[in-house]
């Protein structure tokens, strides 16, 4: 069975430019949720789908960051326009249920010069 | 608002010797507890988990951990550390009664000596 799967591994981008991290879930799984690595900081929630749906959206940063999962499969994550202070290490999850184990995707790693 | 610590960002130890990492909490109630691990390249993997029960949990890769209610800990332990141990490993907490909206502390790179 697949794990969850993100792309890119690695981004940089230039400031004021547009990022879009991908994640792909554990197949069947309704519950998927975004956290944020900054650089030598603790990793922090940002949003939890269900579904297509946003359950909790309260960790995301600012305006500039958009989460979609049209159809609750995939999701993506856009940056727009990102800032330096967005550089950092994006991680995907999923679980089954709300209260079931969530698996880890491996992270993207952003850097925004 | 709920925190988690974890004093040592970076421990070294010598492959074979013990080890405990520490984790303190800070929640207005007992939350749901979590060790992960994110060896290089690897998503996170989660060790064990604590929601209720004997405060002695055991985990996978012969990691165990004990919960202290009187002291907020969680603290992770191994007997004998392997090579392969080398990663970086996080506490975390999510609200009684579950869900996977963890609170996690800033982690503890372990290196290990062979």
């Known amino acids: 069975e697949a794990g969850v799967t993100q792309f890119p591994s690695h981004s940089v981008i230039e400031k004021g430019q547009t990022v879009t991290l991908r994640c792909d879930p554990i197949s069947g799984h309704d519950n998927l949720y975004w956290y944020r690595r900054v650089m030598g900081k603790e990793i922090k929630f940002l949003l939890h789908f269900v579904k297509e749906s946003k359950q909790d959206e309260s960790g995301m940063p600012n305006n500039r960051f958009l989460a979609e999962r049209t159809g609750g499969t995939y999701s993506t994550l856009k940056v727009q326009p990102a800032e330096l202070e967005d550089s950092g290490v994006y991680f995907c999850?999923?679980?089954?249920?709300?209260?079931?184990?969530?698996?880890f995707g491996q992270g993207t790693r952003l850097t925004v010069v | 608002a709920q925190s988690v610590t974890q004093p040592d960002i970076h421990i070294t130890v010598s492959e074979g010797a013990s080890l405990e990492l520490r984790c303190n909490y800070s929640y207005g109630a007992t939350p749901y507890l979590f060790w992960y691990v994110q060896s290089p390249g690897q998503g996170l993997q989660l060790l064990l988990k604590?929601?209720?029960?004997?405060?002695l949990v055991q985990g996978i890769k012969g990691f165990e951990a004990e919960f202290k209610r009187s002291q907020s800990s969680f603290n992770l332990r191994k007997p004998s550390v392997h090579w392969s141990d080398a990663a970086e490993y996080f506490c975390a907490v999510s609200p009684p009664g579950g869900g996977n909206k963890l609170t996690f502390g800033t982690g503890t790179q372990l290196k290990v000596e062979l």
């Open positions: 604590y929601f209720s029960g004997d405060t």
């Open positions: 999850a999923s679980s089954l249920q709300q209260t079931t184990e969530a698996f």
